[in-house]
Structures are given as structure tokens and as C-alpha cells.
């Protein structure tokens, strides 16, 4: 019974969270999110984690989930809780990365910029993989809507 409830739910919720990387640039990128876990996107390629256990990409309830950086990669922290997992409810998520913009959406919102002079591709997989990502702000010069 407690099985069906929990499946009712999920149903309901169209799911869990999932949090899509977007690297257009062509270096790897490893990202840094508010859950404790890194992940690493490869260069010119997307990656689509779930929320697992409180963690995106995790494995099980509340373990980290680190995966090793590459030689030369790029390392993304977004500001404040940009990329923290919700506590409740379906909060999807999709990061861009290009060699003149770093930006989120959550759910399809207005995108938030976090580093760059470049805007939110329409189309993030159809964007020239290029170059190196911009150079991310100073900690005090961002602050996460």
C-alpha cells in the first residue's frame, strides 16, 4: 500500500529533479553543486543528472556523489544556492556553459547570468562548441536571485 502512495506521488510530481549541463566550450567542466557532489561535464557534450537522495547525481540518501577532475578543467561554482536541491517539489534545472556566457534556468524561467557578456542560447545544444568559459566573478560581485 505504502508503495502505491509513494508511486501516486511521484506520478504526481511528474518525477524527480533533474539538473541538465549544457558545455559548449571545449574544455570540461566540473560543476560544483549546493548538494556537496561535483560533476563532470565533458568537453562540446551535455549531461542530465536526477536528484537522488537529496544529491544531484547521488547515491542514496544524503551521500555525496564526487567524480574526479580532469586535467585542466574548468571548475563551476555557481553563486549562493543556485544549484542547491529543492527540499520538496519538481525544480528542474539546465546550466550553460559557452566560451562567452554561464548561465541557469529553473523550470523554464527567465535565465539567471552568472558569468559573461554572451546571453542564453535558444538553443544551447546547437551552439558552436568553442574556446574557454569566461572567468567567473568574485564571490562579493554575485548573488543568486
Known amino acids: 500500500m505504502l508503495a502505491l502512495a509513494l ?9 524527480p529533479s533533474t539538473m541538465r ?21 565533458e568537453a562540446c557534450a551535455e549531461r542530465t543528472v536526477e536528484l537522488e537522495g537529496g544529491v544531484w547525481g547521488g547515491r542514496g540518501s544524503g551521500l555525496r556523489h ?14 549562493g544556492d543556485a544549484l542547491t536541491p529543492p527540499i520538496e517539489g519538481r525544480n528542474d534545472r539546465t546550466v550553460v556553459v559557452t566560451r562567452d556566457y554561464i548561465g541557469y534556468t529553473y523550470m523554464g524561467s527567465e535565465p539567471y547570468p552568472i558569468a ?5 542560447p535558444p538553443d544551447p545544444a546547437a551552439t558552436e562548441c568553442a574556446g574557454s568559459p569566461p572567468p567567473l566573478p568574485s564571490p562579493a560581485a554575485s548573488a543568486a536571485p
Open 7 to 15: 508511486a501516486l506521488l511521484v506520478a504526481a510530481c511528474g518525477g
Open 21 to 41: 549541463v549544457v558545455n559548449r566550450t571545449e574544455v570540461p567542466v566540473v560543476v560544483l553543486t549546493g548538494g556537496g557532489s561535483s560533476l563532470v561535464v
Open 66 to 79: 564526487d567524480e574526479e577532475a580532469p586535467p585542466g578543467a574548468y571548475v563551476l561554482q555557481p553563486p
Open 116 to 120: 559573461g557578456s554572451g546571453s542564453f
